[in-house]
């Protein structure tokens, strides 16, 4: 059974402890070559790391490890994560960790000219943050692929002005560029809700990456829960208000599985799906 976290009531924590139950478990079932590419991430991704081996030799609780990476957030900026009964940002928990790798992302394009911003319009990165582009993805059920697809590659709202110097009216679209694919991503899930998969695969210009689910991070009623996915297809519950620094067992998935029962924990939707690349 994966170890897990008890809330704390005093300095409330589910924000800590939903990406915690996640991060403990894939370090728990990682190589060391994930392991030294992903503790690169952030200071606290690299403090995590060093702490989990304590959890793993049973020296420290990952409460403890918790509650450590709480003061040294607080040190660095007390108002995004305050003490006491104050709720911590789930968004900014996870960029603090996870950092930036510049992995690449979409740039607008105009199909005619092939006039190319040289900025990213929308970013690909450890912490991607999945796009609404029409009320089409909030009717039709997409799954997290295809709605990643869609925040990369579509037609803006912008004209291209070259063009319409010339008399016609073109609209850019998005053409992306990934330069790498990180070892592990969190895609946010504010604005879009699609189905999560147990394995994905994401194109670069060098092939294409596999990547397995590991978390899930729902969010409702101010409060955050969990479900970690083991590499042998066991799913567990985590939250630590109710379960007290346990996790629950629920089932045993694989490639056929239908994901669509995982969209929700209780009245809580997802807020984070979190995957690890497959290293072969
Ligand atoms: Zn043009």
């Known amino acids: 059974m994966p170890t897990g976290l008890t809330w704390d009531s005093r300095n409330y924590s589910c924000a800590f402890d939903a990406v915690l139950i996640i991060l403990y478990n894939v370090w728990k079932e990682s190589d060391a ?23 793993n030799l049973e020296k420290c609780s990952l409460d403890q490890v918790r509650n450590n990476l709480r003061i040294m957030l607080n040190r660095t900026n007390s108002n995004i994560f305050p003490f006491g009964h104050h709720f911590t940002d789930i968004t900014e928990l996870s ?10 992302g979409s740039y ?59 008399g016609t009216r073109v609209k850019k679209r998005l053409v992306v560029r990934i330069d790498h694919i990180p070892s592990l991503i969190m895609f946010e899930c504010c604005t879009v809700h699609p189905t999560p998969e147990a394995e994905i695969l994401i194109s670069t210009d060098s092939g294409h990456v596999r990547m397995r ?33 346990e996790c629950q067992y629920e089932k045993l998935i694989d490639l056929l ?24």
């Open 33 to 55: 070559v994930w392991r030294n590419t992903t503790c690169t991430y952030s200071e606290y991704m690299q403090y995590l790391f060093n702490r989990f081996e304590d959890v």
């Open 95 to 104: 960029a603090y960790i996870m950092g930036y790798g510049n992995c690449g």
């Open 108 to 166: 607008k394009l105009c199909p005619v000219c092939g006039n190319e911003d040289s900025d990213i319009n929308v970013y690909f990165d450890r912490v991607t943050p999945l796009m609404r582009i029409s009320s089409h993805d909030q009717h039709h059920n997409t799954k997290l692929s295809d709605t990643l697809k869609i925040t990369l590659n579509h037609v803006v709202r912008e004209i291209c002005v070259p063009c319409s110097l010339n």
């Open 213 to 245: 689910l590991c978390g899930l991070i729902y969010t409702g009623d101010s409060h955050f829960n969990s479900r970690v996915f083991e590499q042998n297809g066991s799913v567990w519950k985590h939250d630590g208000m109710i379960d007290r620094g």
């Open 257 to 280: 599985t239908d994901m669509k029962q995982f969209e929700k924990n209780g009245n809580k939707r997802i807020i984070y799906q979190v995957y690890i690349k497959i290293t072969t």
